[in-house]
């Protein structure tokens, strides 16, 4: 093994989003899903092996990690000691270049750079899709924040089929290309959400079966419309699934909301910005912030009037896949 190791991933916006878990242990999910990643938005983690040490040690953001969230870093970990044949402690330490626990993905990137970490660190030789399938014991969205751009989690109920890929992106007869011409206005809503129990409230939903259903076209027409670069079927597509999503877990037993007022004032300004002409469709994951979509051209214009909300913003971009960072970036 090579002992040290830092990687770098950005987080994902779900675009055809999944919810509810086959397996919680495995985190292996109903149904497809489909996701792009966000840039320059990173998490960066290095880990080390350390074979003299008594115990594991996690950190985040200059914080130790305890209770449910090391438990699921120990999923990622454990699963790479027995692929390894390692059998030693390891120190990771993790940082995000933006805000965690608001909807923007964190857990995706952060289980990302610290799977493909480790399996650098242990010798591995693994590609990026088998990568995936290690990020996805942490959070199934990390196996997309692994392949990076848009990429695809295929449901299944083993390693050989609940992996990601990167799909096939084309350029749109009048020039539109998502992954060079996208800009994504991120509009912060600060309020904290759990992850994890809006999966079980929309399992619970009497809503989860019709959206288990539904969700099979939004994936086909999603992938068609990314295959033909069209920017408004991809991201009506997306604005669609979001309200699917949402309803399903407000209707969960605890009648879960997650939104806030601010939420809904950016999906209001963003109905009338597209009423004016301009190219430009919301998205939500699970939290009450906004990813705002719309083209570069009309970037500048679109931001202006989500700020006039009163949040702040931040425009980003398509980014690539989780890859693994010289010595001279580690964190320690």
């Not at 608001?102 to 088998?130: Q, T, Y």
Request: net charge negative.
């Amino acid at each position: 093994m090579t002992g040290k190791a830092t990687a770098r991933a950005h987080p994902i916006q779900g675009l055809v989003k999944y919810h509810g878990m086959r397996d919680e242990e495995l985190r292996l999910p109903y149904h497809d899903s489909i996701s792009l990643c966000t840039a320059p938005t990173a998490t960066t983690t290095t880990v080390e092996w350390q074979p003299d040490a008594s115990e594991d040690t996690y950190v985040i953001g200059g914080e130790e990690v305890d209770g449910r969230a090391a438990e699921r870093i120990d999923m990622v970990v454990d699963h790479v000691r027995e692929l390894a044949g390692v059998d030693a402690a390891v120190r990771l330490e993790s940082e995000n270049s933006f805000p965690s626990n608001i909807g923007f993905g964190s857990s995706s990137s952060g289980f990302a750079a610290a799977a493909l970490a480790l399996v650098e660190a242990a010798g591995l030789d693994r590609s990026l899709p088998e990568v995936s399938t290690i990020a996805r014991r942490g959070s199934s969205s990390a196996a997309r924040a692994v392949t990076g751009a848009y990429s695809r989690l295929d449901a299944g109920l083993n390693d050989e089929d609940c992996r990601s890929h990167r799909l096939d992106v084309g350029v749109s007869e009048d020039g539109f290309d998502p992954e060079e011409d996208l800009r994504i206005v991120a509009a912060h809503v600060p309020a904290y959400k759990e992850t994890e129990e809006a999966h079980r409230e929309a399992a619970a939903s009497h809503m989860m079966q019709a959206r288990t259903a539904h969700v099979q076209d939004q994936l086909v027409e999603m992938t068609d419309a990314l295959r033909a670069g069209e920017f408004d079927r991809i991201f009506e597509t997306a604005e669609h699934d979001s309200l699917s999503l949402t309803a399903t877990t407000m209707t969960g037993p605890a009648g879960w909301v997650y939104w806030q007022p601010e939420t809904i004032a950016v999906f209001n300004a963003v109905r009338e910005l597209r009423e004016s002409g301009v190219p430009v469709y919301f998205s939500t994951d699970t939290g009450a912030s906004v990813y705002v979509n719309t083209v570069a051209d009309h970037v500048d214009e679109v931001e202006s009037r989500i700020a006039e909300v009163g949040i702040d913003t931040d425009v980003w971009e398509v980014g690539g896949p989780a890859r693994v960072l010289d010595e001279s970036e580690a964190l320690f």
